[in-house]
């Protein structure tokens, strides 16, 4: 269901707008809760009925907690924080964010905080969409009214583009439409096969039930409660078949898409075709336009053979009962090196890792990673790793190569609960195949590694795949560095930022750019992970999105978006505004203006 154009101009707040006409001088600054440009009650009102009742004005989560909050009960405090693990309180929720310290903490879940509870980096209000109808009055409200805008769908967010203050958010949550495609034909015949079309609440373990359902094979998130239509999709988006079926970004034929007039349109190889490719691997903010459901391509079933390997060195770090050996220090590195040096041949034959280097505190560390492998038989994975065994028994970490277990099922229903609030902040580097070709560039990258997680304490996740979309090119906007690299990997600082003072936080700061830029200057070529990438990350335009294409993706902003409706940090053309926190630490606690004003 699409906004009535008669309802749209009854209500000049929602009504469409026009890209074509030129804009005059806007305001430095996006409205602001307090100021005589924030809507009145009544505006608020009459848009909850043009959304049929569908508008929220909700308070944290946290403020149960907070002893100095007109909400607190300590009693439904104490059954929130036994509720965080194991259930879908903090997914369901139309404010909360995973990452806590994005937002600014501004409001903890804790039953020991005596922090006071504020809105902070939430959104004011938020649009509950079950329909487009929903989504284009939020947009042309926001719009129309020089209110920050933003979207959000389960919190799954390391960008802080699911908060801001003062904000409209549109909770894709409750788009869950999933309609199977037998005999979908694009319309520009590039395409004849199966499909589904997905709506943009969807996640991860929601297409794996389609999947068993139809007995299909989607390309999906790795992590079961993350949105499969969202961020993942417009960013990029790997998991366990990346090197089989390619990206999120390579599996879209056709998106539906509320742009920033508020029109509802299609986009596919033939209709809005710029956008059609800005979408795909660049679409993440948004920066474009809202989608709202995707057709995108299904395959036949996979079957998946795993493998899990682990070594661990002392002196302090008790690995119990685990049959993994325990090695000294050189000896774990020089394992570490070896298994990664032999790791472009996972992606090329059509795997998937994802690998962690641990830092346990003493001088112990911890190396584990489970590969994944669609498609071949236990002995087929056997031979292709007995290589690598052999490898890392020369360097003196001696695991035996054992046949795998049979095959199981890539598609089994997952369930979709558990998700706890984070902390952590990511780096993320794609290092590319050429790094491969040189043992003296590829030893200096390792040194690099061994520096962050030695000297810097932090964790590398290192995650081998070969990113190229089942049967060519898939003539989209995802970044060159996808395609050239071997292995996506980040360098993961799990301080506890949301606590640390402005001091501290920028000292924290510091530190992670200084590690991270030593790790990037040794993979020279590479990009980096939207997604899982550095809000601060330099030279983010080049890294994210790849300066050839940047320019191009200008236009297509430029051409659609001339408000600047959407916006979130590193989006495409993010670079014209900024968020203003009062002590300079990295949060959307702040206001939203214009760079310079």
Not at 30 to 48: H, I, M, Q, V
Not at 115 to 129: D, E, M, R
Not at 213 to 233: K, N, Q
């Amino acid at each position: 269901m699409q906004l009535d154009p008669a309802e749209a101009l009854s209500f000049p707040s929602i009504a469409f707008g026009n890209a074509t006409i030129p804009i005059p001088q806007q305001p430095s600054c996006k409205s602001y809760p307090g100021e005589p440009t924030w809507p009145s009650e009544a505006d608020w009102s009459r848009l909850n009925t043009t959304l049929n009742g569908r508008l929220l004005k909700p308070q944290p989560l946290g403020a149960v907690c907070a002893p100095s909050h007109p909400a607190y009960n300590s009693n439904r405090c104490n059954t929130l924080v036994r509720s965080l693990s194991g259930t879908r309180t903090l997914l369901d929720d139309p404010l909360n964010v995973l990452t806590v310290y994005l937002e600014g903490d501004t409001c903890p879940i804790s039953t020991s905080s005596r922090k006071p509870c504020t809105q902070g980096g939430f959104p004011v209000y938020v649009v509950n969409a079950s329909t487009v109808a929903h989504v284009q009055a939020a947009v042309n409200f926001a719009r129309n009214r020089n209110i920050r805008l933003i979207v959000k769908n389960t919190g799954h967010d390391f960008g802080g583009r699911s908060a801001g203050a003062g904000a409209l958010s549109i909770w894709t949550h409750h788009l869950k439409s999933a309609t199977y495609l037998a005999n979908y034909t694009a319309d520009s015949s590039l395409y004849t096969g199966k499909a589904v079309h997905l709506g943009a609440g969807l996640e991860a373990w929601e297409l794996s039930d389609i999947m068993v359902d139809h007995r299909i094979s989607l390309a999906a998130p790795g992590w079961a409660t993350v949105g499969a239509v969202g961020g993942w999709m417009l960013g990029g988006g790997h998991g366990h078949v990346t090197s089989t079926l390619g990206l999120g970004a390579d599996q879209p034929l056709s998106l539906n898409v509320v742009t920033a007039d508020g029109r509802f349109v299609t986009a596919d190889a033939t209709h809005n075709a710029d956008l059609f490719w800005a979408l795909r691997g660049s679409g993440v903010g948004p920066a474009f336009g809202v989608v709202t459901s995707a057709v995108v391509r299904a395959y036949e079933p996979l079957s998946l053979v795993r493998v899990s390997l682990q070594w661990l060195t002392g002196p302090s770090y008790d690995p119990g009962n685990s049959p993994s050996p325990v090695v000294n220090r050189e000896t774990f590195w020089r394992g570490v090196s070896a298994y990664y040096r032999f790791g472009i041949a996972v992606g090329d034959a059509g795997g998937v890792d994802f690998g962690y280097i641990r830092n346990r505190g003493n001088g112990s560390f911890s190396f584990d990673t489970g590969l994944t492998f669609p498609n071949k038989s236990p002995r087929e994975v056997f031979n292709l790793l007995a290589p690598l065994y052999a490898n890392l028994q020369s360097a003196g970490v001696n695991i035996a190569n054992r046949l795998p277990a049979a095959s199981s099922p890539y598609a089994t229903r997952r369930g979709g609960t558990g998700a706890s609030l984070g902390n952590a902040r990511y780096s993320s580097r794609l290092w590319p195949r050429a790094l491969w070709a040189s043992d003296e560039g590829f030893a200096a990258a390792m040194a690099a590694v061994r520096s962050s997680v030695e000297d810097g304490g932090y964790t590398f996740h290192g995650l081998l795949m070969a990113a190229r979309p089942l049967g060519g090119d898939a003539a989209d906007s995802v970044s060159p560095g996808w395609r050239a690299a071997a292995m996506h990997a980040s360098m993961q600082d799990d301080t506890a930022l949301a606590d640390l003072s402005p001091e501290a936080w920028r000292a924290a700061n510091e530190r992670v750019l200084r590690y991270s830029a030593a790790i990037r200057a040794a993979t020279p070529g590479g990009g980096a992970y939207i997604n899982e990438g550095d809000s601060l990350e330099p030279g983010w335009q080049d890294n994210f999105y790849g300066l050839g294409s940047y320019a191009r993706l200008l236009r297509v902003k430029a051409a659609l978006d001339p408000w600047d409706v959407f916006w979130a940090p590193t989006a495409v053309g993010s670079e014209g505004w900024e968020v203003r926190t009062e002590d300079g630490t990295l949060t959307q606690n702040g206001r939203l203006c214009r760079v310079g004003s």
